[in-house]
């Protein structure tokens, strides 16, 4: 999704504004954001730091980020700009605009809308999955529990897929795999391959038109060889019996 000038325009009419050094930050005056703003351009500040000092990327102009007090209302926004009503927790709509919802109960801050807008600055990948990766690297937890004891707790108990197959995934068919599966063992992955390769060499892997000959060609192994490598890495993780209850607990819910 992308949008325009224009969009902006009509927005910053209508909203509260606060800027910071990489951020303009957009919501109702009277809303929860608002009241907390201080407290979200920290964290976003912080995240930026964060990511710029994991990936080496920067931007030349300021994130613009815009707040919504409900779902309801992204999704309404998401219809203004794109002719689709689509409710969610926050997404990034263009190269430097994000929309994201901020109340009691939802506040979708912190590093992976952030991350994708960064990445943008490389390009558009051909893999969801190492897209949604990158980002989930940065955010380091899914539900609060770290992603590596996510993957653990699926390889434990034949949950988990193949990493191989869920690359080769359009992005269609990736969004038919359990969201609580998909997002944590992508963030896991990438969070290995940033471990074990040269930024350059991950990111244009990340690049690739054909992943297969782009892991023999770039990464110097197959995409199943580093699957392996991958997983028995992995496998050496241990997890207290308390924090694999209570990922099974969430996974049942």
């Not at 000092?53 to 102009?61: R, Y």
């Not at 434990?156 to 193949?162: A, H, Q, T, V, Y």
């Not at 969070?191 to 782009?214: C, G, I, V």
Request: hydrophobic share 40%; glycine share 6%; aromatic share 14%.
């Amino acid at each position: 999704m992308l949008g325009d000038q224009s969009d902006r325009e009509v927005q910053n009419a209508a909203m509260y504004c606060h800027e910071t050094d990489h951020y303009v930050f957009h919501c109702d005056e009277g809303g929860k954001a608002a009241q907390d703003i201080e407290h979200i351009a920290s964290v976003q500040e912080a995240s930026y730091q964060h990511i710029t000092a994991i990936l080496g990327l920067s931007m030349n102009e300021k994130i613009h980020y815009y707040l919504y007090d409900s779902r309801e209302a992204l999704g309404k926004e998401c219809e203004r700009r794109f002719g689709e009503y689509a409710p969610n927790n926050g997404c990034a709509v263009s190269e430097n605009e994000i929309l994201a919802v901020y109340n009691e109960t939802i506040q979708c801050i912190g590093a992976h809308e952030d991350t994708h807008i960064l990445m943008f600055t490389l390009g558009y990948p051909e893999s969801r999955f190492l897209e949604e990766g990158v980002a989930m690297a940065m955010d380091a937890l899914w539900w609060g529990i770290d992603n590596n004891a996510w993957t653990s707790y699926y390889r434990n108990n034949d949950l988990c897929p193949s990493v191989s197959e869920l690359i080769a995934m359009t992005r269609e068919e990736f969004y038919t795999v359990q969201d609580k599966i998909a997002y944590p063992l992508a963030g896991s992955f990438v969070s290995y391959l940033l471990m074990r390769f040269e930024r350059a060499q991950f990111y244009e892997f990340y690049m690739a038109k054909d992943y297969e000959a782009a892991a023999r060609g770039v990464l110097g192994v197959s995409l199943t060889e580093i699957e392996q490598e991958f997983f028995r890495f992995i496998d050496l993780l241990s997890y207290d019996k308390v924090l694999l209850d209570r990922i099974a607990e969430l996974f049942r819910e």
